[in-house]
């Protein structure tokens, strides 16, 4: 059981029609060992992910964000909760099991594709080394493959590009590549650490357009970890925002940005400056992200919440459902603005 | 409006082992007191290069630079250090810019020492001073930089550049390497000072938003080169340079409904080291012809304020 005592989360919308969600995660706990005790990074997780679907993850620096990724991705084990990728159990799966999980069901795109690529090795060898563990195809057949995976991220001249070493590649070339090696093994899953932030504006349109192609084209199932407001509402279905170890809401994209019901999210909306605004004074989060090693008692949000109540600092509210797919952790949810539909913009929050 | 600073020409090639880096190339600008001016562009188009020949961080090849009138060239030492006080900056990321060994009054005190050799308590009592005018209480003084989040050590590096109290802060993507949700405070902050102080910005970053939220005017560089200057409500509204128009249209919406919209701008930032000749963007433009392929078109005035460097404006 993990440290933290997480009240009893109904977290997962209830969609009993779907048979298989090609990512289903409830409960997850993770804590690491400090000298002054237990540190509770993760506390009672739920997701879930519909194959073709879309789906980013939100949250500021130290929310979690990447321990869940690294789960997720079974580079790390949580202490408790249960991750389902594809209908396997990965929580409590023995390492071989595991292993076939990884690349093959679930596949990783890195922050920074400089940092993801051995510089000692070519590209060819990495991504054939990589078809012939996960796919066990030959040498011959892998690098056939890695070749057509590069043609398919539209890298100029993929036979080329094969025999480059990855300091002879820009950085947006090598995230194509990071994306040709994470798509080519054909996973159930791809898991995107912040794809576009190292990369320069217009690289990063580029990069976004391909993502967005490549999962029209394949019917791809992406988890993505983004800052990014544009990144999100341009790629993804859902959204699910985090703070402090907790899913504090999600749902559909643009059902939360036109009218979001946790404060932390309405702050978030209204903090971020975005094209078209003019020269407006930003509204302020007050208050920076809490210590996890002591972290507020009740709602974690609280002390930088503008609509706290006593209660807020006395009990830590579950997560529940509001219907249309939505879920929110807060004991007084904000209202859906009058007049307000699903489709009204974020920017006329601005107004 | 009198320009507070004026850049002329300025030029800064690097010699380097593969050939020669023409990394700034005849950029001229000026910056009017109380004013915000964005320098905005991509990797390696020079924007950095601009910021530290303005500190005399490195020494321009060519072009003159004058600051309130003053012309630095061929300044004495003692000139370059009455200069350094005039104009101050903040850096990008303040993980990196603040010495973890060293207390919070050191750190914002130290270009006191070094100016006015200040000590004891007149010391505490401006950093102080200037800790306040950030936000930040009397109680930092002695803490060390780990102890601090990252939108409280860029207001760090802040109070510290406003040390020497100087007209003009040269802010390098302050709120790239902060959190969101932090990244309004630093903005904020940075208004508020500016109208207290009538401090005068020079911002560099990539961040469109960003610079629509706090520039009063833009200028778009293009490795090495200015393509287009003007007031950045009607640059951002219609852009006379394709490059201006396709940064604009590679900012991914937040509105879901707008997804059909994204059009980015088609192949890479050229090598430096080998830069097309004439238009620099002319490969990747779908305006360019023949003629563009020349020279480098000049930067010409076009409406109240603006001014651009194409043959085929928008």
């Known amino acids: 059981m993990c440290a933290y005592d997480c009240p009893t989360f109904s977290t997962v919308p209830s969609r009993a029609s779907v048979p298989e969600m090609a990512l289903h995660v409830s409960e997850l706990c993770k804590d690491y060992p400090t000298p002054s005790g237990p540190l509770s990074v993760l506390r009672g997780i739920g997701l879930e992910l519909q194959p073709g679907e879309a789906l980013a993850v939100m949250g500021p620096s130290g929310c979690g964000k990447s321990t869940l990724l690294h789960i997720l991705g079974t580079l790390d084990r949580p202490t408790s909760g249960s991750v389902r990728l594809d209908g396997h159990e990965v929580v409590g799966a023995s390492e071989a099991d595991n292993e076939r999980l990884r690349g093959g069901v679930a596949a990783m795109i890195f922050q920074n594709p400089g940092k993801a690529l051995n510089p000692f090795f070519t590209i060819g060898r990495q991504l054939t080394d990589a078809l012939a563990c996960v796919r066990g195809l030959t040498r011959g057949a892998a690098e056939q493959a890695a070749v057509e995976a590069l043609t398919e991220v539209r890298i100029a001249d993929p036979a080329l590009a094969m025999h480059k070493y990855p300091h002879q590649v820009s950085g947006g070339q090598l995230q194509r590549v990071m994306i040709a090696m994470a798509l080519s093994c054909q996973p159930k899953l791809v898991i995107a650490d912040e794809p576009?932030?190292?990369?320069?504006?217009?690289?990063?349109?580029q990069v976004i357009v391909l993502l967005r192609d490549l999962a029209r084209i394949h019917g791809l199932t992406v988890l993505f970890i983004t800052h990014d407001l544009g990144v999100v509402g341009s790629l993804c279905d859902r959204l699910a925002v985090m703070y402090a170890g907790r899913v504090v809401e999600s749902g559909p994209v643009d059902a939360l940005f036109a009218s979001p019901a946790h404060p932390y999210t309405a702050s978030l909306l209204r903090a971020v400056p975005m094209l078209g605004r003019g020269r407006s004074v930003l509204t302020q989060i007050p208050g920076t992200v809490p210590n996890m090693a002591a972290p507020p008692p009740g709602c974690a949000f609280h002390p930088r919440c503008p609509v706290a109540q006593p209660r807020c600092s006395g009990d830590d509210p579950a997560s529940r459902e509001t219907g249309s797919g939505r879920t929110v952790a807060c004991h007084f949810p904000l209202p859906a603005p009058a007049g307000a539909e699903a489709g009204a913009t974020v920017g006329s929050l601005a107004s | 409006m009198t320009a507070l600073l004026s850049v002329e020409h300025l030029t800064k090639h690097f010699a380097t082992r593969h050939g020669l880096i023409r990394a700034v190339e005849d950029v001229s600008f000026t910056v009017a007191a109380g004013e915000t001016l964005a320098l905005v562009g991509e990797s390696g188009c020079g924007?950095?290069?601009?910021?530290?020949?303005?500190?005399?961080?490195?020494?321009?090849?060519?072009?003159r630079v004058h600051f309130e009138g003053v012309d630095?060239?061929?300044g004495s030492e003692k000139a370059e250090k009455a200069w350094r006080q005039r104009l101050s900056i903040v850096f990008q990321n303040p993980y990196s810019s603040l010495d973890p060994r060293m207390r919070i009054r050191a750190i914002v005190g130290e270009p006191l020492v070094t100016a006015y050799g200040l000590r004891g308590r007149a010391l505490t009592e401006?950093?102080?001073?200037?800790?306040?005018?950030?936000?930040?209480?009397a109680e930092?003084?002695?803490?060390?930089?780990?102890?601090?989040?990252?939108?409280?050590?860029?207001?760090?590096?802040?109070?510290?550049?406003?040390?020497l109290e100087p007209k003009l802060l040269i802010l390098d993507e302050p709120t790239a390497a902060l959190d969101?949700?932090?990244?309004?405070?630093v903005l904020n902050l940075l208004q508020e000072l500016q109208k207290n102080l009538r401090l005068s910005y020079l911002f560099i970053s990539h961040n469109l938003a960003t610079v629509e939220n706090i520039a009063d005017r833009v200028l778009v560089m293009y490795l090495g080169r200015?393509?287009?200057?003007?007031?950045?409500?009607?640059?951002?509204?219609?852009?006379?340079?394709p490059y201006t128009r396709g940064l604009l249209d590679s900012v991914p919406s937040t509105d879901p409904k707008l997804r059909g919209r994204l059009q980015p701008v088609s192949g890479e930032i050229p090598s430096a080291l080998n830069p097309p000749p004439g238009c620099a963007f002319a490969p990747r433009c779908q305006r360019a012809g023949n003629e563009c392929r020349g020279d480098p078109p000049p930067l010409l005035p076009a409406g109240p304020g603006r001014s651009h460097a194409c043959l085929h404006p928008l």
């Open chain 2, 126 to 137: 401006r950093v102080v001073k200037h800790l306040d005018e950030v936000g930040l209480g």
């Open chain 2, 72 to 74: 630095l060239e061929g």
């Open chain 2, 226 to 241: 200015v393509v287009e200057e003007g007031p950045v409500d009607r640059v951002f509204a219609a852009p006379h340079h």
């Open chain 2, 47 to 63: 924007k950095t290069t601009v910021a530290l020949s303005l500190l005399r961080l490195i020494r321009p090849d060519g072009g």
């Open chain 1, 196 to 205: 576009t932030t190292a990369l320069d504006v217009t690289i990063q349109a």
């Open chain 2, 180 to 185: 969101v949700s932090v990244q309004a405070q």
């Open chain 2, 140 to 163: 930092h003084l002695t803490r060390f930089p780990h102890e601090f989040s990252g939108g409280q050590r860029q207001r760090i590096a802040i109070a510290r550049a406003l040390a």
